[in-house]
C-alpha cells in the first residue's frame, strides 16, 4: 500500500486553498466545481500532485494520503445519505475530496444513485442494516468491483474519511495477490458471466435493463485486471455449472487472500478498481451522531469513455 503523510505545512496549504475557494464558490455546486477542479488541483502542494501522479503511472493498487485538513466543528453523522443531501452536510469536505481527486483522474457520478449526487455520502441507515450497499453496518459489505455492471464504471474509488470511531476496516483483495488455477483461469476469462447493477442504483423510470455480460478476468496477465461483485454476478447461460463453479474457486481465494485498513479522519485512499475489490468490515451503528461516515466519488481516467457510451458529454452517466 501506498503511503504519503503531509506534513503541517503542506495541510496548511491545503486549508488556506479550501477555505478561499469556500467563500469563492456560494452556492455550492459539485458538477459545476469539477469542471474546473483539475486546474484548481495544480495549486496543491508539490508532493501530493508528485504522488498521485506515480499512483496513475504505476496503477498502484492502494494508496492513501494521510494528514488532510480536517474540520473540528464537522456536523453530526447524518443518519443515512438522504439527510445529508437534504441538509448539505460536510460541502467543505466534499470539495476536498474533488480538488484532491481532480489530481489523479475526472470525478463522476451515476442518474440512479443518491440521486445523481457527484459526491456520495457513506454512512449508516435505519433499515439497511444488511443490505448489500453502502448504507449497510451489521452485515458486511461484500468484496466487489464498484459499479461492476458497467463500462464506464469507474478506474478509482476515493474515499475520504470524515468519522470512524469504532476503527471499521475496509477490506481489500489485490488481482495480483489470487493464485488461480489454469482451468478457472481460462473460465473466468470468457465472457461468460452477467453483471447485474447493485442495489444503491435505482430507477424511477422503465429503462431497460442495465445489466451487461462479459469477463471475470482480463488485461494483462502478469497484472490482471478484475470485474466482479459477489452479490451480484450470475453465469448467461442456464446451468452453466462450469462457470458457476470458477466463481465459487474464485471466491474462496479472494476470502483467503483478504486485507483490512482502517481509515482515520482526515485519510482519503484511492482504490484502483480495476486492480483491486474492497469491501467493509460489519459493526453496530449508534445513530447518535458519531457513526462512521466517509465522502465518496468515483474517478475515471478519461471520461471520453462515457460521452462516448451515453452520447452526451456530462459528469453525471445514465
Given amino acids: 500500500m501506498s503511503r504519503l503523510l503531509l506534513d503541517e505545512r503542506e495541510s496548511q496549504l491545503i486549508e488556506t486553498l479550501v477555505s478561499d475557494l469556500i467563500r469563492a464558490d456560494e452556492p455550492w455546486d459539485p458538477v459545476r466545481f469539477a469542471d474546473r477542479a483539475v486546474l484548481l488541483a495544480q495549486e496543491l502542494p508539490v508532493r501530493l500532485r508528485q504522488f498521485l501522479a506515480e499512483v496513475r503511472a504505476n496503477e498502484e493498487e492502494v494508496a ?7 474540520d473540528p466543528e464537522l456536523v453530526p453523522t447524518p443518519i443515512g445519505w438522504e439527510l445529508a443531501a437534504k441538509t448539505g452536510a460536510a460541502q467543505r469536505e466534499e470539495l476536498l475530496l474533488l480538488l484532491c481527486g481532480s489530481a489523479l483522474g475526472e470525478p463522476f457520478a451515476w442518474s440512479d444513485q443518491q440521486d445523481g449526487r457527484l459526491v456520495h455520502d457513506v454512512c449508516p ?29 469507474g478506474d478509482y474509488v476515493a474515499l475520504l474519511c470524515l468519522r470512524n470511531p469504532d476503527a471499521v476496516s475496509t477490506t481489500f483483495v489485490r488481482a495480483r495477490s489470487l493464485s488461480i488455477p489454469d482451468k478457472e483461469r481460462l473460465v473466468l476469462s470468457a465472457d461468460r458471466y452477467r453483471f447485474d447493477p447493485d442495489h444503491s442504483h435505482v430507477r424511477l423510470d422503465s429503462s431497460p435493463d442495465s ?29 452453466d455449472e ?11 481465494l479472494l476470502h483467503g487472500q483478504c486485507e483490512r485498513f482502517v481509515l482515520a479522519p482526515g485519510e482519503l485512499v484511492f482504490v484502483d478498481n480495476y486492480r483491486v475489490v474492497h ?5 453496530v451503528p449508534r445513530y447518535d451522531g458519531l457513526d462512521r461516515w466517509l465522502k465518496r466519488t468515483n474517478l475515471s481516467r478519461d471520461l471520453r469513455r462515457a460521452f462516448i457510451r451515453t452520447g452526451a458529454r456530462s459528469r453525471i452517466v445514465t
Fill in 64 to 70: 492513501v494520503v494521510s494528514g488532510l485538513p480536517m
Fill in 125 to 153: 441507515s435505519p433499515g439497511m442494516e444488511q443490505s448489500a450497499t453502502s448504507a449497510s453496518s451489521t452485515g458486511a459489505l461484500s468484496l466487489h468491483t464498484e459499479d461492476a455492471h458497467h463500462s464506464c464504471r
Fill in 211 to 239: 445489466a451487461e455480460s462479459g469477463a471475470i478476468l482480463f488485461g494483462p496477465e502478469d497484472r490482471p485486471y478484475l470485474r466482479i461483485d459477489l452479490d451480484m454476478i450470475a453465469p448467461v447461460a442456464v446451468m
Fill in 242 to 252: 462450469e462457470a458457476d463453479a470458477a466463481v465459487h474457486k474464485l471466491t474462496e
Fill in 279 to 283: 469491501g467493509r468490515d460489519s459493526y
